[in-house]
């Protein structure tokens, strides 16, 4: 480290002089990134990519995407590794924080980098070619990447929570357009037992889910501008009761404790259950179950909105590069970062996938423009909310799952289970908030 | 990472001592040299994988160390070949019993109800596999047909890896799929909502647990039964005893140092089981059924790791295992026991 460290400082004084001079130096990584940029064939560097997708739904289109690109650049060797997503961030820390065995490039949450950042364990990525056209991103997936004023990744795909509900049951009961507000539902949703005598809407019993009906009345998790701690604020409060109530009304199903995500997923795909709240890394799973009946069963709709707005969390994956990897990689990273996020990858990956695409440009290529699952999607992506990025954004979620499990599941008072998350944010998660 | 020293030398003033005959280290040097030149290895690598571990585990829990200031500086690499380093304004340090007082007056965690937790989890487990255990121990050291079958057969449990168990359990208890609530449905029973309370859910994670601790016990308390002499029973036949007094005056009393050992070994293992809770129940409901390790790793490890209250966690939980051995061993000693 400290030799490396030497070199690094002497590079980076060389850079400086060089851009003093105002002079092409031939030694800048700049120019070898052009140098790439002119024949790709010269490049030459094997990287390891940890793929956080899951290795069923998602994996293969990217391993496709890996072989489009090395037909590219045939000397880049593209170790991909499936890690699954529940594991890789301590899975990715341990060995970061051990300065070895992490993988070049990693495929982080929205609400990883920020905290990955703050840790020292990626790249920053200003100056690079790779946000030359920042503009191109949508502004919302690329603010995760912000950390401290600097960029630490490149969006990847970008999601939010929806409505998905299941057209033939909505047909069969005779509702025409998919509710949009928490109080259609309520009617939709006993037309629907009534009519087929079947389950209505599933609401997952994790903090993730309740934050659309939190976002429903203007409420928030936190409000990291003021550094104040609002979770258990009457916004907050008010939209957690809604779900609540839909619970308790016999309205949405009793979730179960454990396993919950698993029971939803299996009930709606077996088509017992007519509504779901998710987002759109499901649809690959649920048009191949053969018990749902493909994609033109699957309605997509904005998340249910309460008094104040309807949105749901800005969900998504970002493309970063581990601080760890040595220089001389970078040309071969940034190349391949560069392809996996360009217009037309991200294309593919919508129409093999149906995930969003994060560039405004690639929202005007015809696949993506003729993809079904894309285009319903889109509104649900302009109304998303972005969640706070900042580095103990991952924690707010494990008092927050709790919560969920003590209000739906368990049936507290909605005010009393987010004083207690308010208490743990205030002593473990965000010392210096205020109440 | 820097290791710290934390030596503190305290000058002891030197006695003056005429020449003694040689301490009793000395003789027991010139006359087992070879016997100490023989345990030397296995004290170096005790000390190297325990006694350092665990002497930087103690110290760590008195400090505020967590992975965001580890590093005393924070280095960030960028693209264009800069590396900016900046001073951890917030680098660890030497906190006292911070760690302490903050995890036992409830500050942060929950270690007073996990505590208790464990301890219903662990009397319950052991309690019952051990019953379990004895009672099947029992019937299988009589000569039957199709004994040895018996036997494999009850130590299946243990020959599947316990993450394979402990999955198919949870699903077994899941409530919309699950052939436990498909069986009471099947005699028109409620199927019950298992994990939504805090008793049904531990109570899965005690039937998990005792299914996969009874073979252990069974083939540590057969070992103990064939160390019977067998004419203690006939002498007690002889003196017209029923099974029940010769279970009770034989057997129990015969199996008495397996018995101890077992039940010291089951405690310390069910309390420190970590898969069983993590994997069955995942703490649910809403983190109520987590005992002292899972807690301790949940606190620890979920977002930015803590590894001094991870450390703070791990003390406590051999304090009060520390504790226990010493009374167990103490109230064995009281029966007369040499153990």
Same mark, same amino acid.
């Given at each position: 480290m400290r030799i490396r460290s030497v070199g690094m400082i002497a590079t980076a004084l060389a850079v400086a002089l060089t851009a003093a001079a105002c002079s092409g130096n031939d030694k800048s990584s700049t120019s070898s990134d052009k140098k790439a940029a002119t024949d790709p064939k010269s490049l030459s560097a094997s990287l390891t990519w940890w793929d956080t997708s899951d290795?069923?739904?998602e994996g293969p289109a990217f391993q496709e995407l890996i072989k489009k690109f090395n037909a590219e650049?045939?000397?880049?060797?593209v170790d991909y590794q499936s890690v699954p997503f529940a594991d890789a961030q301590n899975k990715f820390k341990t060995s970061a924080a051990a300065k070895s065995? =992490?993988?070049?490039i990693l495929r982080a949450e929205v609400a990883w980098v920020p905290e990955l950042a703050s840790l020292g364990?990626?790249?920053?990525?200003?100056? #690079?070619?790779?946000?030359?056209?920042? #503009?191109?991103?949508? =502004?919302t997936p690329m603010s995760s990447n912000k950390f401290g004023g600097k960029t630490y990744g490149v969006p990847q795909v970008t999601d939010s929570l929806a409505l998905l509900y299941n057209k033939k049951m909505f047909a069969a009961a005779g509702i025409t357009a998919a509710p949009k507000t928490w109080a259609e539902v309520k009617t939709a949703a006993a037309t629907i037992k009534s009519k087929t005598g079947k389950q209505a809407l599933f609401i997952n019993s994790g903090g993730y889910f309740l934050l659309p009906f939190i976002y429903g009345e203007?409420?928030?998790?936190?409000d990291a501008a003021a550094k104040?701690?609002?979770?258990?604020g009457p916004q907050a409060v008010a939209g957690v009761k809604i779900a609540q109530d839909l619970v308790k009304d016999g309205t949405a199903v009793k979730p179960p404790a454990n396993d919950a995500y698993g029971n939803m997923m299996t009930l709606f795909k077996e088509q017992k259950v007519a509504m779901i709240i998710n987002g759109p890394w499901e649809v690959n799973n649920i048009k191949s179950?053969?018990?749902?009946?493909?994609?033109?069963n699957l309605g997509v709709a904005p998340v249910p909105g309460g008094s104040a707005k309807a949105g749901g969390p800005v969900g998504g994956h970002n493309y970063t590069i581990w601080s760890?990897?040595?220089?001389?990689k970078v040309p071969a990273a940034v190349a391949f970062v560069k392809f996996m996020s360009s217009p037309e990858s991200q294309a593919f990956l919508a129409e093999k996938l149906g995930l969003l695409p994060t560039r405004t440009s690639a929202y005007d290529l015809p696949a993506v423009k003729n993809n079904a699952t894309v285009a319903a999607f889109k509104p649900v992506l302009d109304s998303a909310v972005a969640r706070p990025?900042?580095?103990?954004?991952?924690?707010?979620f494990g008092p927050m799952d709790k919560m969920a499990v003590e209000v739906?599941?368990?049936?507290?008072?909605p005010k009393a289970s987010l004083d207690t998350v308010a208490k743990t944010y205030k002593s473990e998660v965000v010392k210096d908030y205020s109440n | 990472m820097s290791t710290a020293t934390v030596g503190r030398r305290t000058p002891t003033p030197e006695p003056v001592r005429e020449?003694?005959?040689?301490?009793r280290l000395r003789r027991s040097w010139d006359k087992h040299w070879y016997a100490w030149a023989m345990v030397t290895p296995v004290v170096i690598v005790l000390s190297v994988l325990v006694f350092y571990p665990l002497a930087r585990g103690i110290y760590l829990s008195f400090t505020d160390l967590t992975e965001a200031n580890q590093q005393r500086e924070l280095c960030t690499p960028s693209i264009t070949g800069e590396l900016t380093c900046q001073a951890n304004p917030n680098a660890w340090e030497f906190v006292g019993l911070d760690n302490y007082i903050q995890v036992l007056s409830g500050q942060i965690g929950q270690f007073w109800p996990q505590f208790w937790t464990t301890i219903i989890w662990t009397v319950t487990c052991v309690v019952f596999t051990y019953g379990i255990g004895l009672g099947l121990a029992v019937l299988l050291n009589r000569p039957m047909r199709g004994r040895s079958f018996y036997r494999v057969l009850l130590i299946l449990p243990w020959a599947v890896p316990g993450f394979v168990s402990a999955f198919s359990w949870r699903f077994m208890f899941n409530?919309?799929?699950?052939v436990v609530n498909a069986l009471l449905k099947a005699v028109g029973l409620d199927p019950v909502?298992?994990?939504?309370?805090k008793w049904t859910a531990l109570s899965t994670a005690i039937i998990t647990n005792i299914w996969l601790g009874v073979p252990f016990m069974i083939v540590s308390l057969l070992g103990g039964l064939t160390a019977i002499p067998a004419e203690l029973y006939e002498a007690a036949t002889i003196d017209g005893a029923t099974p029940w007094q010769k279970f009770k005056n034989v057997t129990l009393p015969g199996l008495r140092p397996v018995s101890m050992t077992v039940l010291l070994l089951g405690t310390i293992w069910t309390f420190n089981m970590f898969p069983i809770i993590f994997l069955v129940t995942r703490g649910q409901p809403a983190g109520q059924t987590e005992i002292l390790v899972t807690g301790a790793y949940r606190a620890a490890f979920e977002?930015?790791?803590?590894y001094s209250l991870a450390s703070t966690y791990g003390v406590l939980i051999l304090s009060i295992l520390l504790v226990f051995s010493v009374f167990y061993r103490r109230a064995l000693r009281k029966q007369g026991e040499v153990w």
């Amino acid at each position: 480290m400290r030799i490396r460290s030497v070199g690094m400082i002497a590079t980076a004084l060389a850079v400086a002089l060089t851009a003093a001079a105002c002079s092409g130096n031939d030694k800048s990584s700049t120019s070898s990134d052009k140098k790439a940029a002119t024949d790709p064939k010269s490049l030459s560097a094997s990287l390891t990519w940890w793929d956080t997708s899951d290795p069923k739904n998602e994996g293969p289109a990217f391993q496709e995407l890996i072989k489009k690109f090395n037909a590219e650049y045939p000397n880049v060797k593209v170790d991909y590794q499936s890690v699954p997503f529940a594991d890789a961030q301590n899975k990715f820390k341990t060995s970061a924080a051990a300065k070895s065995g =992490a993988p070049d490039i990693l495929r982080a949450e929205v609400a990883w980098v920020p905290e990955l950042a703050s840790l020292g364990y990626l790249y920053n990525l200003d100056g #690079s070619e790779l946000l030359k056209d920042e #503009s191109d991103f949508l =502004a919302t997936p690329m603010s995760s990447n912000k950390f401290g004023g600097k960029t630490y990744g490149v969006p990847q795909v970008t999601d939010s929570l929806a409505l998905l509900y299941n057209k033939k049951m909505f047909a069969a009961a005779g509702i025409t357009a998919a509710p949009k507000t928490w109080a259609e539902v309520k009617t939709a949703a006993a037309t629907i037992k009534s009519k087929t005598g079947k389950q209505a809407l599933f609401i997952n019993s994790g903090g993730y889910f309740l934050l659309p009906f939190i976002y429903g009345e203007g409420g928030d998790v936190v409000d990291a501008a003021a550094k104040k701690i609002t979770v258990n604020g009457p916004q907050a409060v008010a939209g957690v009761k809604i779900a609540q109530d839909l619970v308790k009304d016999g309205t949405a199903v009793k979730p179960p404790a454990n396993d919950a995500y698993g029971n939803m997923m299996t009930l709606f795909k077996e088509q017992k259950v007519a509504m779901i709240i998710n987002g759109p890394w499901e649809v690959n799973n649920i048009k191949s179950a053969p018990t749902f009946g493909g994609l033109e069963n699957l309605g997509v709709a904005p998340v249910p909105g309460g008094s104040a707005k309807a949105g749901g969390p800005v969900g998504g994956h970002n493309y970063t590069i581990w601080s760890g990897m040595p220089q001389e990689k970078v040309p071969a990273a940034v190349a391949f970062v560069k392809f996996m996020s360009s217009p037309e990858s991200q294309a593919f990956l919508a129409e093999k996938l149906g995930l969003l695409p994060t560039r405004t440009s690639a929202y005007d290529l015809p696949a993506v423009k003729n993809n079904a699952t894309v285009a319903a999607f889109k509104p649900v992506l302009d109304s998303a909310v972005a969640r706070p990025w900042i580095p103990e954004g991952g924690q707010f979620f494990g008092p927050m799952d709790k919560m969920a499990v003590e209000v739906l599941v368990q049936n507290k008072d909605p005010k009393a289970s987010l004083d207690t998350v308010a208490k743990t944010y205030k002593s473990e998660v965000v010392k210096d908030y205020s109440n | 990472m820097s290791t710290a020293t934390v030596g503190r030398r305290t000058p002891t003033p030197e006695p003056v001592r005429e020449p003694a005959p040689p301490g009793r280290l000395r003789r027991s040097w010139d006359k087992h040299w070879y016997a100490w030149a023989m345990v030397t290895p296995v004290v170096i690598v005790l000390s190297v994988l325990v006694f350092y571990p665990l002497a930087r585990g103690i110290y760590l829990s008195f400090t505020d160390l967590t992975e965001a200031n580890q590093q005393r500086e924070l280095c960030t690499p960028s693209i264009t070949g800069e590396l900016t380093c900046q001073a951890n304004p917030n680098a660890w340090e030497f906190v006292g019993l911070d760690n302490y007082i903050q995890v036992l007056s409830g500050q942060i965690g929950q270690f007073w109800p996990q505590f208790w937790t464990t301890i219903i989890w662990t009397v319950t487990c052991v309690v019952f596999t051990y019953g379990i255990g004895l009672g099947l121990a029992v019937l299988l050291n009589r000569p039957m047909r199709g004994r040895s079958f018996y036997r494999v057969l009850l130590i299946l449990p243990w020959a599947v890896p316990g993450f394979v168990s402990a999955f198919s359990w949870r699903f077994m208890f899941n409530h919309d799929f699950g052939v436990v609530n498909a069986l009471l449905k099947a005699v028109g029973l409620d199927p019950v909502h298992w994990f939504d309370d805090k008793w049904t859910a531990l109570s899965t994670a005690i039937i998990t647990n005792i299914w996969l601790g009874v073979p252990f016990m069974i083939v540590s308390l057969l070992g103990g039964l064939t160390a019977i002499p067998a004419e203690l029973y006939e002498a007690a036949t002889i003196d017209g005893a029923t099974p029940w007094q010769k279970f009770k005056n034989v057997t129990l009393p015969g199996l008495r140092p397996v018995s101890m050992t077992v039940l010291l070994l089951g405690t310390i293992w069910t309390f420190n089981m970590f898969p069983i809770i993590f994997l069955v129940t995942r703490g649910q409901p809403a983190g109520q059924t987590e005992i002292l390790v899972t807690g301790a790793y949940r606190a620890a490890f979920e977002g930015i790791r803590n590894y001094s209250l991870a450390s703070t966690y791990g003390v406590l939980i051999l304090s009060i295992l520390l504790v226990f051995s010493v009374f167990y061993r103490r109230a064995l000693r009281k029966q007369g026991e040499v153990w």
